[in-house]
């Protein structure tokens, strides 16, 4: 246990390093540095002690990074982006899935025998998207523009959709259950809704209570229940725990438009939740580097680069389709923006914790799965991050 929490300090001691040299820069994301580390320690036996699971990141660790980015999104942004975010995270996410799925399948059928199930799988984790890692960058090129809103907007929604439609291609590849249209849309609205319903009503709770105490140190503890809580309770309801943090975490935003008493709780929410953001994001990155090393001794790394390229390509089309056809807000989104937003879509936090859900499987089939989509996955992480800055510049001017 002494030896398990000491590695556990030199991972946070690492990070904090990492992001010391970045503190004024953002020119690289650091999550990025963070998994190449992370990879290079794997070769070190003493950090192959340290494991990581579907829990530690679902339940322990993704709460906290999304109630963090939730309460931080601006209202007046979610306003303004409220059509391109709610539609991209949903309607957009589907088509992503099923047309990523097709174009995965013609192409992993003839290389490694792949079924279209599994092939509805690998599309179903790949494409909730994590851009923790390049927000920075896109905010200090674009500044106050809608592409960074629109990106980590469309993000905090998708997290939950992408769980269900997981939900429903893990239970079709492991357990060979049938696929239904209608049970599927029934399953979709009521975790979707449910999730939803649990994260606003904590969230207004939580407002009341704020108010009530004037202790700062009383509220931040109540913003962690609420952070926290709000997740366990939806998801042993059976509804999205995802959506309720995040739903929750926006309710608490609402209240900080309103009067300078608010702005002041605001700041103290920001000295707690802004030192564990990090914290947390240096563990995860850290350890899914270390993690990944097991499965990146396999033979099909040519399938594993175009399914990432497949990936982009999807989104640019979907993207595209969603920005550009719409009547009322296709004028505020060029091409140039639409493709900065596929690439910003990295892979990440919930496709790996969606991902190592399905490791435990023993078969075969199981196996390349997780071997494709996890390079994939660090292949986004990677390449995606490098190019964000240089290519955020070239069109911003």
Do not use: C
């Amino acid at each position: 246990m002494l030896l398990y929490a000491s590695l556990l300090v030199i991972l946070l001691a690492v990070g904090l390093i990492v992001y010391i040299f970045d503190v004024k820069s953002n020119y690289f994301p650091v999550p990025m540095v963070l998994l190449i580390i992370g990879i290079g320690l794997s070769f070190i036996p003493v950090f192959s002690r340290l494991g990581l699971n579907h829990d530690i990141i679902f339940d322990l660790l993704l709460p906290g990074i999304l109630f963090v980015s939730a309460y931080s999104f601006p209202i007046r942004s979610l306003k303004k982006n409220i059509w391109p975010i709610a539609t991209l995270g949903t309607l957009g996410l589907m088509a992503t899935v099923f047309l990523m799925a097709v174009l995965i399948y013609l192409v992993g059928a003839p290389a490694a025998g792949l079924s279209f199930v599994a092939a509805f799988l690998i599309a179903s984790v790949l494409t909730p998207t994590d851009p923790v890692s390049v927000t920075a960058i896109l905010e200090n090129v674009f500044g106050d523009s809608d592409v960074p809103k629109v990106v980590e907007g469309e993000s905090m929604i998708n997290d939950g959709t992408s769980v269900v439609l997981f939900g429903i291609a893990s239970s079709m590849f492991l357990y060979n259950e049938s696929f239904s249209i209608f049970s599927f849309l029934a399953e979709f609205l009521l975790v979707s809704l449910g999730g939803v319903a649990v994260g606003v009503a904590g969230g207004w709770l939580v407002t009341k209570a704020v108010h009530i105490m004037h202790n700062h140190v009383y509220q931040v503890m109540l913003s962690v229940i609420l952070a926290y809580g709000g997740f366990y309770i939806a998801e042993g309801l059976g509804v999205s725990g995802v959506l309720a943090t995040v739903s929750a975490g926006i309710m608490l935003s609402r209240t900080f438009q309103k009067t300078e008493k608010e702005e002041e709780l605001h700041s103290y929410l920001d000295g707690f939740w802004k030192v564990v953001e990090p914290a947390v994001l240096s563990l995860l990155f850290l350890l899914i580097g270390i993690q990944s090393a097991d499965y990146l001794a396999f033979g099909h790394w040519l399938l594993a680069i175009g399914i990432f390229i497949i990936s982009l390509i999807v989104r640019f089309i979907v993207l595209g389709g969603f920005l550009k056809l719409s009547p009322h807000i296709k004028e505020r989104f060029q091409w140039s923006s639409v493709f900065m937003m596929t690439w910003s879509g990295l892979k990440g936090t919930v496709s790996v914790a969606l991902l190592l859900s399905i490791e435990t499987q023993s078969n075969s089939s199981a196996d390349l799965v997780v071997s494709l989509t996890f390079a994939a996955i660090l292949l986004s992480l990677v390449i995606q991050s490098l190019g964000v800055y240089p290519l955020a510049q070239k069109f911003s001017s």
